[in-house]
């Protein structure tokens, strides 16, 4: 069992940059990917990004050239720096692990005004 807890969320205006960090405990953090997707209103989720133990990583469609996603293994922690931020970007972002299973966080919103 993984756990997941999101933050850094919140209101930004556009263009602006925004960090979420998420937090991931559990017997088998160090051998899972650890990533990001985002759920628009209405929509479904879209893969940003996700980042491997040995550091590489996988990109979605979601965002290109306006995000980094980083991972500190010896705190279990995974970072998506976004950057040039648009009110289309206004969703609530959730963190995942995977290792066998799919885990999810709670999930945090990120607002973007205009």
């Known amino acids: 069992q993984v756990h997941l807890v999101e933050s850094g969320g919140g209101l930004v205006q556009a263009g602006e940059s925004l960090t979420l960090s998420c937090a991931a405990s559990g017997d088998v953090v160090c051998m899972s990917s650890l990533g990001w997707y985002r759920q628009l209103p209405g929509k479904e989720r879209e893969l940003i990004a996700a980042?491997?133990?040995?550091?590489?990583?996988i990109d979605g469609k979601s965002m290109k050239g306006r995000y980094t996603i980083s991972r500190d293994n010896a705190k279990n922690t995974v970072l998506l720096q976004l950057s040039n931020l648009k009110p289309e970007d206004s969703a609530v972002y959730y963190c995942?692990?995977?290792?066998?299973?799919?885990?999810w966080g709670q999930g945090t919103q990120v607002t973007v005004s205009s």
């Open positions: 980042i491997t133990p040995n550091g590489a990583t």
């Open positions: 995942y692990s995977y290792y066998l299973d799919y885990h």
